[in-house]
């Protein structure tokens, strides 16, 4: 069974989209996370989640909007697409600080 | 905030090698994780160490907290050890990991 999962894996879409990312853990975690990996393999920290609360958002524009609908899940939802916006998208799980990751969901903006 | 040095950049490795990576950081911190991303993309958690030594078939690692540094030890690599390894630290709790810019290593046959 898949600790950390993403769906979809990849995402292809036009500017201008709106588009979701879903992510489900099953190992129990209390903390749920959404990081960026760019084209460079940098990886950023973008939301935090504890209990379905947000208790860290970084600098991300407020097209990107993170929802928790109970502590195994933790979605993220992008409005109006850009180029930019181009990426790898981390899901990660967290306990006592030990940090697990999904598989990534690639997302091609054209 | 944090920052976090990996080195080497790259490296490129007979198999059978051995090699040593170091990730250096500037402040206290109370979590520390490695990590390889294989070449298909995935992030593989290798060592939870925020302190001390530990070993996993051919790795291993050592967290020194107090000159702020760590190491990740590879021996006798293998093709499969190629992709970057990251290195990311933080404080304890809920805070997140600050992740290095990682060393991208290539084993070959």
């Known amino acids: 069974d898949t600790a950390v999962s993403q769906t979809p894996k990849y995402l292809v879409t036009q500017m201008g989209n709106d588009k979701s990312i879903k992510c489900e853990q099953n190992?129990?975690?209390?903390?749920m996370y959404w990081y960026k990996q760019d084209s460079k393999k940098f990886l950023k920290i973008m939301f935090s989640?504890?209990?379905?609360?947000?208790?860290i958002n970084e600098t991300v524009p407020n097209r990107f909007s993170p929802k928790s609908p109970d502590k195994a899940h933790l979605n993220l939802h992008i409005n109006s697409l850009e180029l930019g916006d181009s990426a790898v998208y981390f899901c990660?799980?967290?306990?006592?600080?030990?940090?697990?990751f999904g598989e990534g969901s690639r997302l091609t903006v054209l | 905030g944090i920052q976090v040095e990996q080195s080497p950049p790259d490296l490129i490795l007979q198999e059978g090698a051995n090699s040593t990576l170091r990730c250096n950081f500037s402040d206290s911190v109370n979590n520390l994780q490695w990590f390889h991303q294989n070449p298909w993309g995935q992030l593989i958690n290798l060592f939870y160490i925020p302190s001390g030594t530990k070993q996993n078939g051919r790795l291993s690692a050592t967290t020194v907290a107090t000159e702020r540094y760590s190491l990740l030890y590879i021996s006798s690599s293998q093709t499969t050890d190629s992709g970057v390894y990251f290195c990311?630290?933080?404080?304890?709790?809920?805070?997140?990991?600050?992740f290095g810019k990682g060393t991208m290593l290539l084993v070959s046959p």
């Open positions: 990311a630290v933080g404080p304890a709790g809920y805070s997140t990991l600050t």
């Open positions: 989640y504890n209990n379905k609360e947000l208790i």
């Open positions: 990660a799980s967290s306990h006592a600080g030990e940090l697990f």
């Open positions: 190992l129990g975690h209390d903390t």
